[in-house]
């Protein structure tokens, strides 16, 4: 009967939704109590012509590629080969100039470092031909100033996990990719799942990937290439975007975390599980590396779920929640900017979608 519920009321919501130009299509997907639920509605194309979505396409992620891929490699190398301490300053590991060389390497991680939120370093790369182009962006980041003093503020920086790439890669000796690749072996996925970066070099049919939005340097729809340009010049993979997955790839990695953080399982510290997630600094959104539900003014989860929940946000509309108290994680995949990045329903939806899924799950 919960089960017919939940899928009734979300279906209703979802294609209302669409209707209502929300998004062309949403995949949700939710893990409680050991059953697992999936309701898809709408399209994964709008033009040049409509496409049904199917359960199995896979979504550019966005910044859940922060949590999802450099948060958890981060995890399993600091499980396996802890070579960096997280309240070590970064200087300790790069040769970077102060200020941001003193700042302690757990403040990229929570957005309390100092620095900007965003810039298009992407409009200088791509006039030029520089051959190792993240670490021109680093020395980018070094010459710009702080935004504030470090721990006094939050604000939410894609320069941080720029910086932590560059951090991992340079510490680990490999790149991103290939360190995610080995990372996520932990995870049990079933055959139906895909978590990858550049899924079109991976062998997967683009007509797999939901499309996002017109590319402004081409005029063509992006499909099976990332969306945030600063990781578009940089080849489609950095700790910021580039991960694309779909509803059956987020759905165990968080399920794998979700038991991490339970339970002791070989390869992965319980202890650094419980760090990150657990991790709380006031006056931060953040946790190490996951958003935290927030209890003033919006929130994305309606404020429904235990204060023991961590999640992120997607800009191209996608976004996860992990109740770890009630050990429930709510999925949402949507692709709101395709084809126009202006969309912006999906904020008001988001609180809506998790008090449904709260209420027929009869989670209080």
Not at 5 to 28: C, M, Y
Not at 78 to 107: F, M
Not at 305 to 316: A, I, N, W
């Amino acid at each position: 009967m919960a089960s017919y519920k939940i899928f009734n009321s979300l279906s209703e919501l979802l294609k209302r939704a669409v209707e209502e130009n929300v998004f062309p299509g949403a995949i949700a997907g939710i893990s409680y109590k050991n059953n697992k639920y999936i309701i898809k509605e709408g399209y994964k194309s709008l033009t040049p012509f409509l496409e049904p979505l199917e359960e199995t396409d896979i979504f550019d992620l966005a910044s859940l590629t922060k949590p999802l891929s450099l948060v958890f490699t981060f995890m399993y190398l600091l499980s396996k080969d802890p070579k960096i301490n997280l309240y070590s300053p970064i200087g300790d590991y790069l040769d970077l100039k102060e200020p941001l060389s003193k700042i302690p390497v757990y403040r990229f991680l929570n957005h309390t470092a100092g620095l900007k939120a965003w810039f298009p370093f992407y409009k200088e790369l791509i006039k030029e031909n520089i051959p190792n182009k993240l670490e021109w962006i680093i020395r980018k980041i070094e010459k710009l100033p702080l935004e504030y003093i470090p721990g006094e503020k939050c604000l939410y920086s894609d320069l941080d996990y720029f910086l932590l790439t560059y951090l991992l890669e340079r510490v680990y000796q490999r790149n991103l990719e290939e360190l995610f690749e080995i990372a996520k072996k932990v995870v049990f996925f079933n055959k139906k799942a895909f978590l990858s970066f550049k899924p079109l070099t991976k062998g997967v049919d683009q007509e797999r990937v939901v499309p996002t939005s017109v590319c402004p340097w081409n005029r063509k729809i992006l499909r099976g290439i990332v969306e945030d340009e600063n990781t578009r010049v940089l080849g489609g993979v950095s700790g910021v975007a580039g991960l694309f997955g779909n509803i059956y790839g987020v759905l165990d990695i968080l399920e794998f975390l979700l038991k991490a953080y339970k339970e002791k399982i070989e390869k992965f510290s319980q202890k650094l599980v419980k760090e990150f997630l657990d991790f709380r600094e006031r006056g931060s959104d953040f946790s190490l590396g996951f958003m935290l539900q927030s209890l003033n003014g919006y929130s994305a989860t309606g404020r429904v779920f235990s204060e023991k929940t961590v999640g992120h946000l997607g800009f191209t509309g996608c976004s996860f929640f992990m109740d770890l108290e009630r050990e429930l994680i709510v999925v949402l995949l949507t692709n709101r900017v395709h084809p126009n990045r202006n969309n912006s329903k999906i904020r008001d939806f988001r609180p809506i979608f998790h008090k449904i899924v709260v209420k027929n799950l009869k989670i209080y």
